[in-house]
């Protein structure tokens, strides 16, 4: 049997690529190496344009009672920030094996094929051409299949972009690494963000009744953080306010997880016969957790590309060639914002724009802060000169600028209106 659409990786972005694509009665198949529910390294946080678009394809009560969080507590050198999120939004922060099992099985009452346990061989090429690929069960054969679209689902080391030899593009090194784990006994009533020099951290209600609580911190500590992870995580935590005390007094309820692979990245996302989505096609620093919102973005944006190439209402190169562009053109601005976050240093023009609005005490002006963190407008629309004249006025717009931005939250204010 051929295929239209084969998908390899069946985590967020695949399974929802797979399901969105098999609800328009394409014929597909999904394969992974592992068998659901599994783990994997995550943020967890779903930001609100992703819990928006589950809720849309009627997946929301799929995530196994991890709570909505619709308050954040932001805390930073300059300044304490209390807030909502614009319209309402929420967070939801669920366990992987709980997301993506949700997914898997999701894609699968749509009617795609998946296959798990299922490794990746090769790729077939035919005239220049991916036709298929060659793969089989772990520990079996090997075997042919083919489909008019192979789609790379699988990650920031993707097979399928190496296949390929898929173009990176505004690629910069590893900034940071990344730890948490899971506490009991350490209840949430807010989402918690934590800013201090050298340092980020997150804590965030997950399901289960557990608190997932996250730190990152620049990549050039790695070494002496992992001779005694959990007492640099504990350490990290301690300089959090009263963060520390309280994780403390709970439990935890498994192991640390750690890692320095954290590359930021874009990739060209389409070429004969193959595209790529979610982590495959952009990386960026988890500091900002805005990848499983970027996958469930990126998924519906290509599986709409990829119906009209398939069904003959656009031609597919230029379908897909749109998306590419959409694509980057959404996300660029905060890939730029993500990575001057994990520098880790708080400049004086950042202290300054946070302090002006924690003094302003304006819950709305706060909701738009937190929007543009969330990814639910563009960061530049909210660090601009404008917002800056509003919160401070024409002395501190003057401090703003003589503190020179680069230094600051933003790497600069983009005079755009807010």
């Known amino acids: ?6 998908v390899v990786g069946a985590r967020v972005a695949g399974a929802a690529t797979a399901l969105l694509l098999a609800r328009q009665g394409l014929r597909v198949l999904v394969v992974d190496r592992a068998a659901f529910p599994s ?17 849309r394809w009627g997946l929301l009560g799929a995530l196994g009672g991890a709570p909505p969080t619709h308050r954040v507590r932001f805390e930073s050198p300059g300044a304490v920030l209390d807030g909502a999120f614009p319209a309402g939004g929420a967070i939801h922060s669920p366990r992987r094996t709980v997301l993506d099992h949700a997914l898997v099985e999701a894609a699968r009452a749509a009617g795609a094929e998946v296959r798990e346990r299922w490794r990746v061989a090769d790729l077939v090429w035919e005239s220049g051409r991916v036709v298929g690929l060659r793969g089989g069960p772990t520990g079996g054969h090997d075997t042919l299949e083919r489909a008019r679209l192979v789609v790379g689902a699988d990650g920031k080391r993707s097979f399928v972009a190496q296949a390929v030899g898929a173009r990176s593009y505004r690629r910069r090194p590893s900034r940071s690494f990344a ?19 050298g340092l980020a951290a997150a804590a965030f209600p997950t399901n289960d009744g557990l608190t997932m609580v996250y730190v990152s911190a620049p990549l050039a500590g790695f070494d002496a ?22 994780v403390r007094a709970g439990r935890r309820s498994e192991r640390l997880r750690t890692t320095p692979d954290l590359p930021n990245h874009f990739r060209a996302a389409h070429g004969p016969g193959w ?31 990829i119906v009209a190439g398939l069904g003959g209402t656009r031609p597919l190169a230029a379908a897909l060639a749109a998306h590419q562009r959409d694509r980057d053109r959404a996300l660029g601005p905060m890939y730029d914002f993500t990575l001057r976050l994990a520098t880790y ?33 563009p960061v530049d629309g909210f660090f601009n000169a404008r917002t800056a004249l509003r919160l401070t006025g ?9 503190a020179r931005l680069a230094g600051g939250v933003a790497t600069r204010f983009h005079g755009r209106p807010a």
């Open 1 to 6: 049997m051929a295929f239209d659409v084969i």
């Open 225 to 246: 953080f992992r001779a005694d992870p959990e007492g640099g995580y504990l350490a990290a935590l301690d300089r959090c306010g009263d963060l520390g005390a309280r």
């Open 179 to 197: 730890s948490y784990t899971y506490w009991s006994g350490v209840p949430m009533t807010t989402g918690e963000l934590h800013q201090r020099e």
């Open 275 to 305: 595209c790529l989505v979610g982590d495959a096609g952009v990386t960026m620093d988890p500091v900002t957790a805005q990848g499983i919102a970027n996958a469930l973005r990126d998924a519906e944006g290509l599986a709409g590309a």
């Open 39 to 55: 783990d994997t390294l995550s943020s967890h946080q779903i930001q609100p344009p992703g819990v928006e678009r589950l809720a």
């Open 345 to 377: 240093h708080s400049g004086p023009a950042e202290r300054l724009f946070l302090r002006a609005l924690a003094e302003r005490r304006e819950p709305a002006e706060v909701e738009r802060l937190f929007g543009a963190f969330a990814g639910m407008t």
């Open 394 to 402: 024409p002395r501190g717009l003057m401090r703003l600028a003589t």
